[in-house]
């Protein structure tokens, strides 16, 4: 790559505690990373205060280029890569995992992260679906969202290479096809990996605009940062069945409505993210080389950590501002005061600093369709628990994860519109 001779670059080594042998590893697969900044500093400080265990560690060498920190990895390292850096940057995630080196380098010179790149969709510019709204959101429920996050919380440790990741998965996907059973223009299917978890994506088609798609998504797998035993203990109430129980809450109000989209709506609960946001960044990839044959992705909505309360001085919404897109983030400013800004549905909402590739609207970002990133609390302020056994439903509040099943229901209403403008299967 022409860019890549003069881009400054910055040597680093990263110190991890990955233990075993050196034949193991160089038998094993790689894979190319790509993080913030930050992390080769970050990898200098680590390398330099564990000196003394040096022979213990794997040390991929960073690139820093173009703001980015490019690397390559084992691929049986990414678990620990991945606690490596949510505890020493920290962040959860915030790397986007690549075959190669040559897709690496095309990720850090990617024109969707440049100023003044444009979308091949528009969004709606009027909020004009204001009963249908009204009545969807008399029905969220919060008691439904903890119920979720406690079945899915009972599944122990989601690891993506797991049967417990799995047989959540499989969980989702019968739980979404109860709901949607009596609608011909619903249906379920599993979205297959080369992992053993695979993505679950329940589809309502759309009924004048099929081939235009609204999608909202969430993660299914959770971590935990245990050295001695990663694959164990890893509840992820809050990171994130949190997210997965607000989507299955979106779709479950819309069924019980009768609601009819225009515009088809996709619900996403992916894999594999906190492996380097594998699951989300297969589906985006697909759905992007499709758009070149006529279906489209309008616009994209992540929910990840929906239920934790941070502090008494926090509001209840932040929108992550970075590595997102400003026009979606405004119109969702835009649904939150027109639908929430007093009574029994109102949301107090700020924003948050984010990090490159924190959770998986990044791929699609990365793809060139504008995405956001509704979040619970600052940055600095987030959960504390998380990649814990410590992440439980008993930290987390039903109020506070309704309220994100509230701005997600009235995303969907609106930017995917409702046939005639009113509800079509049910009164």
Known sequence: MKRMSRSKTILTALAMFLVGSPCAHAQSSRLWV?????????????????????????????????????????????????????????????????????????????????????????????????????????????????????????????????????????FVRREWESMGQERPDFTVALFSHRWVQNSVIGTIRGASRPDEVVVIGAHIDSINKNKENRKENAPGADDDASGVAVITEALRVPMETGFKPQRTIKFMAYAAEEAGLRGSAEIADRYAAESKEGQKVIAALQFDMTGFHSGRDTRDIYLVNQYTSPELNGFLTKLLKEYNHSGAHAITHGETKGCYACSDHASWTRNGIRAAWPFEAPLEKSNPYIHTSEDVVSKLDATKAARFAKLAIEFLIEIAKGVDGRESYRN
């Open 34 to 170: 790509v993080t913030g900044d930050d992390v080769a500093a970050a990898a200098q400080r680590s390398l330099a205060s564990r000196q003394s265990v040096a022979d213990d560690l794997v040390v991929p060498t960073f690139q820093v280029i173009n703001g980015m920190s490019v690397a390559d990895i084992a691929e049986t390292d990414l678990d620990r890569f991945s606690n490596w850096m949510h505890s020493a940057c920290p962040r959860c995630g915030g790397f986007t995992v690549h075959a190669s080196r040559e897709a690496a380098l095309k990720e850090v010179d990617n024109p969707a992260y440049k100023p003044g790149f444009r979308y091949l969709a528009l969004l709606p510019e009027t909020l004009d679906q204001q009963s249908t709204v009204s009545r969807a959101l008399d029905r969220v429920k919060g008691d439904k969202i903890l119920s979720m996050i406690t079945m899915l919380q009972g599944f122990g440790t989601r690891h993506f290479e797991t049967s417990k990741g799995q047989e959540a998965a499989e």
